[in-house]
């Protein structure tokens, strides 16, 4: 029986998503997506998962905000892709949540692997062991502490046993960049971030440090000096987050597999 053959994400399917949002009135600066460091480093991050399942198997991309991540990963994979509605969500808060719906409904137009839902931030409406991979890309940060039992259980419930857990754009609690541009109010040391999985449940497969240098700046000229220098910073950012120096690295990238 022939396999499914993985095919990489690309810039082509990048611009594919930016299509869809321009048909719907959007840029990619509405959702930060201008900073080339941060797409290509998801383009990254997403190539990844060709390690650990074969084309075909069910993600859920948790915490999937403007779909970029799910329209992605749907390349390759049966996609469930969720969020919660935030009232101060980037663009969306201008339009309300009909205007994120609709994003949602375009991205999956013709699409029978990629599915949006919203939730409430606590119960994931799934069976048990539905998913062959969780992926939260730069999510965790974002739950509430009152929340964040009740999640880290919906996961555990969804996942098979034997898939895999993915957290990516975890900010590091000594991050460089947080110290010039503060973006997030929560960061983990690698310590407490592997706290909340613990060993009884899950197998750290890897551990990695992202993104040592700022990819998003506030003023459209600082941006296009980040975009420019990217391909030296990129060389460099590889170089220094396998040295000592990567504690300052701004994001946590973790490979789990459920016990």
């Known amino acids: 029986m022939a396999t499914i053959k993985f095919r990489p994400v690309t810039q082509h399917d990048l611009q594919s998503f930016f299509n869809i949002l321009k048909r719907n009135s959007l840029t990619p600066h509405d959702f930060l997506f201008d900073s080339r460091p941060y797409v290509t480093g998801t383009l990254d991050i997403i190539n990844q998962l060709d390690n650990l399942i074969p084309p075909g198997k069910k993600i859920l991309d948790l915490g999937c905000g403007s779909g970029l991540t799910s329209f992605l990963l749907s390349k390759n994979y ?20 009909m205007a994120q719906q609709k994003l949602w409904n375009l991205l999956s137009k013709n699409k029978k692997n990629l599915k949006f839902n919203f939730f409430d931030g606590k119960n994931l409406n799934y069976p048990q062991s539905s998913f062959d991979l969780v992926f939260a890309h730069a999510v965790i940060e974002h739950v509430h502490p009152n929340k964040m039992k009740s999640i880290l259980a919906e996961i555990k419930k969804v996942l098979k046993p034997g898939a895999y857990l993915v957290i990516a754009r975890t900010p590091e609690q000594l991050a460089l960049s947080e110290l010039l541009i503060k973006s997030h109010d929560v960061r983990y040391s690698l310590k407490d971030l592997l706290n909340l999985f613990p060993k009884k449940d899950y197998l750290l497969i890897s551990s990695a440090k992202t993104d040592f240098f700022p990819q998003i700046a506030p003023f459209p000229f600082a941006q296009k000096m980040i975009n420019s220098l990217y391909p030296l910073t990129r060389l460099f950012d590889r170089i220094l987050n396998h040295s000592p120096l990567k504690i300052f690295s701004h994001h946590h990238l973790l490979f789990f597999q459920k016990r």
């Not at 969720?82 to 309300?96: K, L, M, P």
């Open 78 to 97: 049966q996609v469930q892709a969720v969020d919660v509605f935030e009232s101060d969500s980037t663009q969306f808060h201008h339009n309300g949540k």
